[in-house]
Structures are given as structure tokens and as C-alpha cells.
């Protein structure tokens, strides 16, 4: 197609909500879908894999290395279920991995 798609509007839907992408986690308070970035944002931002992530790339970043024993995941399970609960301060996941990793 020459032209390519043009989309008539700026709305969207999460069609990963259903089948194997639904192991990320997508917050059931949310709608699933809207209009526009910000929302979609949102929608990413709110799920439990987001939430994740970012707890282990700070931690990685505090701690020089990667969550390796059973210790260590429990920690970063931890402050994941903070981080989301604390309306995903990220400045508080850094002060948790800090305290964390301060006996190295």
C-alpha cells in the first residue's frame, strides 16, 4: 500500500489483556483501552511487569549486580509490592536497594 495506513484517530485497545500476555500483570482497574499517548502510558505504567523492571534496574544500578539468590528476589518481590503500593516512588526503591545492599 503506497500510502500506507492512516489511522482515523488516536484511540487504542489492549488486545494483550487476553491470552499469553495477560502473565504481565495489567492493572483490572484500568480499562484496557482509550484515546491518545497518555493514557496508553498509563496503561503501560500500571502493570505489574513495569512495576518490575524498574525495581530490578535500580537495584542492578545500587547493588552492581543482578538479583542472584533467593535473598535477593525476595528483597526485590519486596520492594516491587512497595513500589506500586507507594504510588511507584522510585526515589523510595532506590533508598530500599541502598539499605539492601549496604553490608556488601
Known sequence: ??????????????YWRQGANRRLGWDPSLPGSGSGAKSLGMEFANSEAFAECQVKKVFENVCLRPPS???????????????????????????????YCMGE
Not at 533467593?70 to 539499605?99: C, H, I, P, T
Open 69 to 99: 539468590d533467593s535473598a535477593d528476589r525476595s528483597q526485590v518481590s519486596s520492594m516491587v509490592a512497595s513500589f506500586a503500593s507507594q504510588g511507584y516512588d522510585l526515589k523510595r526503591v532506590f533508598a530500599e536497594s541502598a539499605v
Open 1 to 14: 500500500f503506497e500510502q500506507g495506513y492512516v489511522t482515523p484517530d488516536d484511540s487504542w485497545d489492549n
